[in-house]
């Protein structure tokens, strides 16, 4: 129950954070991509700001083997392949289409706007269908899954 | 290149920064877990017993803070321009493609950075050119 309560909370700064710096305006996203427009670099030191914070954590994140609360320490890691680079490239193209990318989608949904609505029906099926082909191919290699 | 300096907000953006690094930091050492919004969502498309409470809250919060913000700092700016038909298709591309890229904006592009993954570096330089290539296509190429 407590792990629920910590995620809520994540997810509420989360937003908050996406809300306050600006990460949550497409125009304002679609502005920072926009190298040879008028360039907004505020979108720099979000990253900056998220980063340093970030890896204070993950340093001690890295020397445990159990979380603060006693769950297992869940850090992935995997390989860089073709898919990695598909998909990042395929991502690229839809956040630089709109200006959203899963986050910013989540908290505009919150706004009630029908437009945030559409896209993240979208981006579930874009997921839906990711995993709709993994397991048709787990089920036809099955060694290998 | 012409930076936009009106539109340049410092304080706000390292602020909200900070606000999601702390958000990150609660995640991985309270939850013992990566932050990663499209890892969190497509895991509630296939739910396992036990895996579903904390995805479903993290969500949650995520689309209820616009509600609390207003409350403190007033009406969430949020605007799409895109039309309906691009907001599909760019949906759908978000969708599928972090889902086989393994992470997003903020699972590669903050956690993984923060934790010096060379993966997530490859994922983030990758979706970072292609979203400046798209920009420049639309806006300068196409004229959109």
Known sequence: MVVVLTALLAGLVFGWGLLISGMAQPTKVLAFLDLAGRWDPSLVLVMVGAIAVGSLAFAVARRRKKSLLGLDMRLPTTRIDRSLVVGSTLFGIGWGLVGLCPGPALVALGTGQAKAFVFVLAMLVGMGVFEGLEQRRARRAPSQA | ?144
């Open chain 2, 1 to 144: 290149m012409t930076i936009d300096w009106n539109a340049f907000t410092p304080w706000p953006a390292l602020i909200g920064g900070v606000l999601i690094g702390i958000a990150v930091a609660m995640f991985v050492l309270l939850n013992g877990r990566i932050a990663g919004i499209s890892g969190v969502l497509g895991g509630l498309l296939m739910p396992r017993r036990g895996d579903i409470g904390w995805r479903v809250a993290f969500v949650a919060g995520l689309v209820a803070a616009p509600l609390l913000y207003q409350l403190f700092f007033g009406p969430a700016n949020t605007h799409i321009d895109a039309g309906f038909g691009t907001l599909a298709a760019a949906g759908f591309l978000v969708g599928i493609g972090t889902r086989y890229g393994s992470g997003c904006t903020s699972g590669h592009g903050v956690c993984g950075l923060s934790r010096l993954s060379p993966r997530s570096l490859v994922a983030t330089l990758t979706f970072m050119a292609v979203g400046f290539a798209t920009v420049f296509v639309t806006r300068h190429l196409l004229g959109a």
